[in-house]
Structure formats: C-alpha cells, structure tokens
C-alpha cells in the first residue's frame, strides 16, 4: 500500500488495511516519503520509506524485495498506489495491482482480491 494519494485519502482504506491484517493477511507500506503521520507506520507488518532498502518505486525491485520481507512471492502480494508507473513496477514484480483512483473501487477490488468480506458485514 502506498500512503500519498491512497492512505492519506480518508479511512476507508485505513480501515481496509486494518481488515486485511486482521484477517492474517500480511501488510506492508512502501512510501517514497521519508516519514509518515503518527499512526500509520504501526497498522503494517513492513513499513518501507523512501530509499531504505536501496531502490525505489517503480523499480520492480522494491516489491521483490518488500515481498521477501513478508516472507512472501510477489505473485502473492497485491500492491495499491495512484501512480501508473508504480503500478506497472509492481506488475512487471509479479505482483497482482491496483491502481487506485476512487476509495470504492480500491476498496472493493482489494476485498474480491483478498477475499474479505465487505465493510460493515
């Protein structure tokens, strides 16, 4: 999950991220940031900031190697960020991606992905 543009967008991906964890799906943000607000950081298992394993978005290698730090493949991650270009970074991965655009359609796409159940059931 990305946090400018998706996180930071309101709470229904707030609370998307905290469903998937809670499910047992293993979380991770990868944020060209170098920081994020208090609270963030701590709804993830890996929280990745800017340059801090030695590539960035979009390079195909920062979801290779976020997903070894989730003790997964990337073909078993799905990755959501605004841009298209990281979008295709994680694809080109092997990763599952979500372009987000509007908090409904990411949110829906991500629950059929992980099958969640919808919010509020």
Same mark, same amino acid.
Do not use: W
């Given at each position: 999950?990305?946090?400018?543009?998706?996180?930071?967008?309101?709470?229904?991906?707030?609370?998307?991220?905290?469903?998937?964890?809670?499910?047992?799906? $293993?979380?991770?943000? !990868?944020?060209?940031?170098? @920081?994020?607000?208090? %609270?963030?950081?701590?709804?993830?298992? #890996? &929280? +990745?900031?800017?340059?801090?394993?030695?590539?960035?978005? $979009?390079?195909?290698? !920062?979801?290779?190697?976020? @997903?070894?730090?989730? %003790?997964?493949?990337?073909?078993?991650? #799905? &990755? +959501?960020?605004?841009?298209?270009?990281?979008?295709?970074?994680?694809?080109?991965?092997?990763?599952?991606?979500?372009?987000?655009?509007?908090?409904?359609?990411?949110?829906?796409? #991500?629950?059929?992905?992980?099958?969640?159940?919808?919010?509020?059931?």
């Amino acid at each position: 999950m990305d946090y400018a543009g998706v996180l930071d967008q309101g709470p229904d991906l707030v609370g998307l991220v905290r469903r998937a964890r809670a499910a047992g799906v $293993p979380t991770a943000l !990868v944020t060209d940031a170098h @920081a994020v607000p208090d %609270g963030f950081a701590e709804l993830f298992d #890996v &929280v +990745v900031l800017g340059p801090a394993i030695g590539v960035r978005k $979009p390079d195909p290698e !920062v979801f290779r190697r976020v @997903a070894a730090l989730l %003790g997964c493949s990337p073909a078993d991650c #799905v &990755v +959501v960020d605004d841009s298209p270009r990281n979008v295709r970074g994680a694809r080109a991965a092997g990763a599952v991606a979500v372009h987000h655009q509007r908090d409904s359609s990411t949110v829906t796409d #991500v629950e059929i992905l992980l099958d969640l159940p919808a919010a509020g059931t």
